[in-house]
């Protein structure tokens, strides 16, 4: 598709019934509406559509189509790769559908596609509700549901997208359709799991369950020097643990900016706080923390605990892979590349798969990985522009080093801008010439290609 300049007699035709506001370069609120949160994208849309509903976003769509306009479309605008974004094109924003409508009584929750986790949880735990989502609260619901959703609660209650239970979406032509089990369920299988490549969707329908507001969590964090006994510890202590306990282990700065060094388990308990007293005490007993920062809290404020960690416009360069095992070689490995970290922002993350999450099938939704085990995300983020050669290169540099200990699988969420073409086809593994017919089916041009894309079958 080519990168036309928007036709003003279109987009002053679509302006007259607009609820939203569009905006255009050199416009008051352009600039900070074309910013995501990976400070390195910079790109520059023709158009910003920034939507109020349905009707904005279908107009939206056709407008796209009718122009020759590329098109992305911003949820929280967190995606590592700026796929949220594209420069000439027509940025989709949802950024100001925000609403959320809980019905506690049927455990179930609507939400618009521009929520974060912070509006959601708001919403659902004034009644004691919550589903899974990420453990960054400024991270938006609809991009995460739509490529996994890993996050506190899935050893318990699976990924976010296990919990959709249906879709509002904008197809390719600018129709409007629901996807559930019931409705379109080709859809409703393509959209858990492949991301945006389907439609625009408006909102999401998400089952609720029973969650705090008090739950166990927190962290416990180790001097570096101890990075080897406690990252041991850490894989015997996930080796065994109740669905109830979900616990990420890593190597990372402290968050004073002093750019010390820590080895750290971070960890949810959802059931009973008597229950999560007792689960944690093994991790809590263990050697001798520099923090012990673990106890009941609210579930909010353990969902915005990390927020701080990954502030809106630093530089982020991230690589990520399921491991076969996390092995001794792999700690040794890890440690190693974690002192030659050139950024005091940078981690390495270990994020443990068990329970409710591995109990779905492998082809029950687009999203294939549910073994028992560990994915390992390579987490380079820092602030001055002039150390992005080194940042990026560190990253790099790791993720081939971890290379020996990574299983096949990837999540798509996690890839960084220069993953294309094959890397999304090995990601999907056995569900992927299923979400290109269905991609065939529903988006044929291949409209929706700002994204993990996925080439639509011939
Ligand atoms: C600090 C940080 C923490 C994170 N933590 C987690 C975590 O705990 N768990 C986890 O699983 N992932 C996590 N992620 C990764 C996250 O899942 C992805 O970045 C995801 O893309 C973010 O969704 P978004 O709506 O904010 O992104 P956006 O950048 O707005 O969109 C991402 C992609 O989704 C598509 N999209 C967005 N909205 C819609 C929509 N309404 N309809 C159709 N397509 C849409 C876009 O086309 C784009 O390709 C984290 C990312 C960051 C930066």
């Not at 596609?113 to 919403?123: I, L, P, S």
């Amino acid at each position: 598709m080519s990168a036309a300049p928007a036709s003003g007699d279109m987009v002053a035709e679509l302006a007259r019934s607009f609820a939203g506001e569009i905006l255009h370069p050199g416009d008051p609120g352009y600039e900070q509406a074309r910013q995501v949160h990976n400070g390195l994208v910079d790109k520059r849309p023709a158009l910003i559509a920034r939507c109020r509903g349905l009707a904005d976003i279908a107009d939206a769509v056709r407008l796209a189509r009718a122009q020759g306009l590329e098109v992305a479309i911003r949820g929280g605008g967190h995606n590592v790769a700026g796929r949220a974004t594209v420069d000439d094109g027509l940025m989709i924003d949802l950024s100001s559908m925000k609403g959320i409508f809980v019905d506690a009584k049927a455990r179930t929750a609507r939400a618009q596609g521009g929520a974060t986790w912070n509006d959601f949880n708001r919403e659902t735990q004034l009644h004691g509700l919550a589903t899974t989502g990420g453990v960054v609260s400024s991270t938006g619901i609809a991009g995460l549901t739509l490529g996994g959703g890993l996050g506190w609660l899935m050893g318990k209650h699976a990924l976010a997208l296990d919990n959709l239970l249906s879709a509002e979406v904008v197809l390719a032509d600018g129709t409007v359709v629901t996807a559930s089990e019931d409705e379109n369920p080709d859809l409703f299988w393509a959209l858990r799991g492949g991301g945006g490549n389907f439609g625009v969707v408006a909102n999401f329908e998400y089952r609720l369950h029973a969650v705090g507001p008090m739950i166990t969590g927190g962290i416990v964090a180790y001097p570096f020097a101890a990075a080897w006994d406690v990252l041991r510890h850490y894989r015997d202590v996930t080796a065994s643990l109740p669905d109830e306990l979900t616990v990420f282990g890593g190597l990372v700065h402290a968050m004073d900016g002093s750019g010390e060094k820590l080895a750290v388990m971070v960890l949810c308990h959802c059931g009973t706080l008597a229950e999560g007293e007792q689960a944690v005490e093994p991790i809590k007993r263990f050697g001798t923390p520099a923090l012990d920062a673990i106890g009941p809290m609210p579930y909010s404020q353990l969902n915005a605990m990390l927020d701080g960690g990954y502030p809106r416009g630093a530089l982020n360069y991230w690589k990520s892979s399921f491991l076969s095992r996390l092995s001794d070689d792999a700690i040794r490995t890890m440690i190693d590349c974690f002192g030659r970290c050139p950024t005091p922002m940078g981690q390495l993350l270990i994020e443990h798969f068990h329970g409710a999450v591995t109990r779905v099938g492998v082809t029950d939704t687009a999203f294939p990985h549910r073994a028992e085990g560990y994915n390992m995300l390579v987490l380079s983020e820092w602030t001055e522009p002039g150390r992005n050669d080194a940042c990026i290169a560190w990253a790099r540099e790791s993720f081939a080093a971890l290379q020996p200990f990574m299983g096949g699988g990837r999540y798509v969420n996690y890839f960084d801008g220069d993953e294309q073409g094959d890397a999304v086809a090995a990601a999907y593994g056995p569900n992927y010439r299923r979400l290109q017919a269905i991609k065939a089916k529903y988006d044929p041009e291949n409209v929706f290609h700002m994204n993990q894309n996925i080439r639509p079958a011939a």
